[in-house]
């Protein structure tokens, strides 16, 4: 590692290098396009911005090539492939806007988090199960009153013989209505650093004592909720790792969340009807605009696909993964906010796919620099990560 010096502080240069796709995964690449064609007209592919759209059915066929858990070993239902595979899967599905949020926390980062530091009977439980796109996770970090800070989380599990007993609430839990199993990060001891105390703990969401309430998103429909614990009981077999561990684990999964391709192509089907809609002759602002975002797309790409070439070499790439999601998140806004800008409401068709796709966009963009840490938790995590040794 070199360091630079800049107005007498000294900085840590960012790991980003530059990749190149293997063979393998262009033919993989040529795999899934082949299979998105072949399923657009049954499923809604391409027609919302952001991979919200929960299709269990899509999520079993995507399980049945293989595509779920693809970097996990074979033994527990995995493709034992690279992450820069994985890349190319999960760009493409998000890329064609695929309905694959039924399946989608599972694979991006509870399985991994469970290979990493989950049991070997947690995994044989649940990661066959994952990647046949059966077995669903939602993610319970958050609080009311608490997102940011994720140290402050009260939802508090108490020893009892056998587990732990549960009791407080979760907000914003994705799809846990539609999940089987949460992961929620919970105090399980008081500590003077805040940091220590706290565990992961794989919550049944049927269990007794479990009351799931919707959030009802912008566009009236429910992809959050609330979920309110009383008492709920948890088996000991069911912390992951040890008890006062879950700190290092949530910091980790974050990782997985925040580097991939989903964070910023979201909004491609957008750009793509933008373009339809533009036409082949745009005028020199329009040019200007469209060639500016394009060049951006493929900037992240390149950044993305550098932070998944780091996961495969074993690294820990928080800081890339962090600055990513950040560029990411200003990426999709600006897709949003050209299309408002480049398309003029006298200009727009009502019902046609770039208005739908549109009105999705603006009422989708004020989650996208929330969602996976806020802007500016992003860039101070920046700011560490440059000036940390
Ligand atoms: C669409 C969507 C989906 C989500 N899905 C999930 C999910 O599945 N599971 C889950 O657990 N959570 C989920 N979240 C929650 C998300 O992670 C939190 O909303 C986010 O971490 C911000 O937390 P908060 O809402 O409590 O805001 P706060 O932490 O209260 O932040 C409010 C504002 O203050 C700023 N701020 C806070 N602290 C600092 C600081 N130290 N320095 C500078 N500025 C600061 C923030 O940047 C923000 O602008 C989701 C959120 C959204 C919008």
């Not at 599972?106 to 530091?117: E, K, N, T």
């Not at 948890?234 to 684990?249: A, E, K, L, S, T």
């Given at each position: ?9 000294t ?11 293997p ?14 064609a072949a ?9 919302r911005?952001?991979w ?16 779920i ?27 064609a ?8 926390v ?12 989950g049991?070997e009977a947690?995994r044989?439980?649940?990661l ?7 077995i669903y996770?939602?993610?319970g ?41 949460m ?6 001891e ?12 794989i ?18 429909e429910?992809y ?7 008492d709920?009981f ?16 949530v ?42 975002i394009?060049?951006?797309l493929w ?19 928080r ?30 068709e009502?019902?046609?796919?770039f ?14 620099t ?14 560490h ?5």
């Open positions: 590692v070199t360091t630079v010096e800049a107005a007498g502080s900085f840590r240069p960012l790991g980003f290098s530059s990749v190149a796709l063979p393998a995964a262009r033919e993989l690449q040529a795999e899934v396009r082949a299979f998105l399923e657009q007209p049954r499923d809604a592919i391409g027609t911005v952001d919200y759209q929960p299709s269990p059915e899509f999520s079993r066929k995507v399980g049945a090539r293989g595509w858990g693809i970097t996990w070993p074979k033994e527990y239902g995995g493709g034992g492939r690279s992450m820069l595979e994985r890349y190319v899967v999960t760009e493409e599905l998000i890329a806007g695929a309905p694959v949020a039924a399946h989608w599972a694979d991006r980062q509870s399985g991994p988090v469970l290979l990493r530091y049991s947690q044989r439980r649940f066959p199960g994952i990647t046949a796109g059966e996770f939602s993610i970090m958050s609080e009311p009153d608490v997102g940011s800070d994720l140290a402050s989380v009260r939802t508090a599990a108490r020893k009892v013989d056998g587990g732990w007993v549960v009791s407080g609430r979760k907000t914003w839990a994705s799809r846990a209505h539609v999940s089987q199993f992961i929620a990060l919970c105090r399980t008081a500590a003077g650093d805040r940091h220590d105390g706290l565990s992961q703990l919550v049944a969401l049927d269990s007794p004592g479990i009351e799931i309430l919707p959030i009802r998103y912008m566009t009236g429910h959050w909720n609330d979920v309110v614990f009383t709920v948890v088996p000991d077999d069911m912390v992951i790792g040890n008890p006062g561990d879950g700190w290092r684990q910091t980790s999964e974050l990782t997985y969340e925040r580097s991939g391709p989903d964070r910023f192509l979201s909004v491609l089907p957008l750009f793509v009807a933008l373009i339809d809609k533009v036409g082949t002759r745009p005028d020199e602002r329009a040019a200007a605009s469209l060639g500016s394009y060049a951006q900037t992240l790409r390149r950044l993305s696909m550098s932070v998944a070439a780091e996961l495969d070499r074993g690294g820990s790439p800081t890339e993964a962090a600055l990513v999601k950040d560029l990411a998140n200003c990426f999709e806004g600006l897709v949003v906010d050209a299309s408002r800008d480049l398309v003029p409401p006298s200009a727009r009502s019902g046609d796919t208005d739908r796709l549109l009105d999705d966009g603006l009422l989708s963009r004020p989650a996208f929330l969602r996976g840490g806020t802007s500016e938790i992003l860039r101070t995590l920046v700011a990560g440059l000036t940390s040794r």
